[in-house]
């Protein structure tokens, strides 16, 4: 052990005498499945587009995107995936009472299309990506 000017040599480790301490915030527990503070700055959890997969049997699974906005013709757009996708799928109509709930209407297409969904819907710059969460495995 050597001390010169206030900084002390132990073998390969160099300590200075004004040591400043660690934060210990990055000991602090976190929760992977909470919502990230400030998150929904921009809107409300309402203005988000839910791309979701749900599995139907075997391989086969069912994509769903919720939430478009209203000023969207949801059959061209999916007239568009259905095209551009090589898939089939379909509109499914919300009751008004389930609509606080669910949102607008639901879009369903066929096959895992969550990325190509996403990617369609920036691409031609219908919707941000901030806005678009998807969901699923």
Do not use: W
């Not at 132990?10 to 934060?23: H, K, R, Y």
């Not at 998150?39 to 939430?67: C, M, W």
């Not at 969550?114 to 941000?128: H, I, Y």
């Amino acid at each position: 052990r050597r001390v010169h000017g206030g900084i002390t040599h132990l073998g390969l480790l160099t300590l200075n005498s004004t040591i400043s301490f660690m934060s210990i915030e990055n000991l602090a527990s976190h929760d992977p499945f909470a919502e990230i503070d400030g998150e929904f700055e921009n809107g409300t959890p309402a203005d988000y587009v839910h791309i979701r997969i749900q599995q139907r049997s075997g391989r086969k699974t069912l994509t769903t995107i919720q939430g478009l906005p209203e000023k969207f013709d949801l059959k061209k757009i999916l007239k568009a995936f259905k095209k551009e996708f090589c898939c089939n799928g379909h509109i499914v109509e919300v009751d008004e009472e389930d609509s606080e709930a669910l949102g607008s209407n639901v879009i369903q297409l066929q096959g895992d299309q969550r990325n190509n969904a996403r990617d369609f819907l920036v691409k031609n710059k219908l919707l941000k990506p901030e806005v678009i969460k998807i969901h699923g495995y």
